[in-house]
């Protein structure tokens, strides 16, 4: 059985930093992209970054570049998100999803169909 957990998410100051870990099991995590997805109150989903099954390819949302870095640990099926000066827009919940197809491309889906599997998602607030 596929299962993608979240954790690291939480209260915190503007300006503040967060790490976001999701474990991944029941499946191959090394040979499948990956992305963290948020959901802001009200708002529909928004894809955040993105990296390949190798670790080595990532892109982002532009208003999270130079601020947010995705990585991984495929050794501990651990997928990664290291959120550095955050705003208060960046207030979601953060799901970690798993790229349906297989292999080293990096994958920057868009729409929620091209995941096959979804954590349950961690809270963040950003608020003083």
């Known amino acids: 059985e596929v299962q993608l957990v979240e954790s690291g998410g939480g209260l915190v100051q503007p300006g503040g930093s967060l790490r976001l870990s999701c474990a991944a099991s029941?499946?191959?995590?090394?040979?499948?992209?990956m992305s963290w997805v948020r959901q802001a109150p009200g708002k529909g989903l928004e894809w955040v970054s993105h990296?390949?099954?190798?670790?080595?390819?990532?892109a982002y949302l532009d208003s999270v570049k130079g601020r947010f870095t995705i990585s991984r640990d495929n050794a501990k099926n651990t997928l990664f998100l290291q959120m550095n000066s955050l705003k208060p827009e960046d207030t979601a919940v953060y799901y970690c999803?798993?790229?349906?197809?297989?292999?080293?491309?990096?994958?920057?889906?868009?729409?929620?169909?091209?995941?096959?599997?979804w954590g349950q998602g961690t809270q963040v607030t950003v608020s003083s």
């Open positions: 999803a798993k790229y349906w197809a297989s292999g080293p491309r990096l994958r920057i889906g868009v729409r929620k169909e091209e995941y096959d599997y």
């Open positions: 990296i390949n099954s190798g670790g080595y390819s990532t």
């Open positions: 029941g499946f191959t995590f090394s040979n499948y992209a």
